[in-house]
């Protein structure tokens, strides 16, 4: 039990070390020209725009209704532009629906911000946490820090167990895509034992 539970504080300390690199990078990288930096993707943009023009929205719940809103409007406008009466008015209805949809999730966002306790299903995460798409870029370059800083098998495989819950935090695809990516190549890049 003992040897266990020293693994155990040996791979906290390890994952305290990875993030301590992240910050230094982050502090190293903010005294970088900001020339050099890579500018945000659209989808990065779209989610500050969002962001910075609706401070209200707090949950997840309501991020996802404002996206259908978002999608309703667009499908609305592309229809009144390409004179398509009957899609307009497929649209305005769809549009009305998802305002409702927003309205209605932020009534349970507040209620269960009021009392948190009242709701603990998985389904109630949605309404008390906040949109993952404001966050999810700098969880990911949290994690391919850490990652860059590994220097042996052990270190990596108890990053990778350690980090599964940031991990499943970054869910847009293209994030996902080099984030694992660089994942199986620090795998790949240990020799592996005959």
């Known amino acids: 039990m003992e040897e266990h539970q020293r693994q155990k504080y040996k791979a906290q300390i390890e994952a305290l070390r990875a993030r301590l690199s992240r910050l230094e990078e982050i502090l190293d990288r903010d005294e970088e020209d900001p020339e ?34 978002f999608d309703a409007l667009c499908f609305t406008v592309n229809a009144i532009c390409l004179r398509n009466a ?18 209605t999730a932020t009534e349970i966002t507040e209620k269960l911000r009021d009392v948190p306790e009242a709701a603990t299903s998985a389904v109630s995460e ?33 990053w990778y167990t350690l980090s599964k819950e940031r991990r499943d935090l ?19 890049s240990f020799p592996k034992d005959a």
Do not use: C
Request: proline share 7%; hydrophobic share 35%; charged share 25%.
């Open 86 to 103: 009957e899609h307009e008015e497929a649209g305005l209805k769809a549009f009305k629906q998802a305002l409702h949809v927003t309205r």
């Open 126 to 158: 949605e309404f008390k946490k906040p949109p993952f798409e404001f966050s999810e870029r700098e969880v990911q370059q949290s994690l391919l820090a850490e990652l860059q800083a590994i220097k042996d098998p052990y270190q990596f495989y108890t």
């Open 36 to 69: 050099d930096q890579q500018p945000p993707s659209p989808e990065e943009a779209f989610m500050k725009a969002i962001q910075a023009r609706l401070p209200g929205l707090s949950s997840q719940a309501q991020m996802n209704a404002f996206m259908a809103t």
């Open 170 to 188: 970054v869910r847009s695809q293209g994030l996902r895509n080099e984030l694992y990516d660089t994942i199986r190549a620090k795998n790949a």
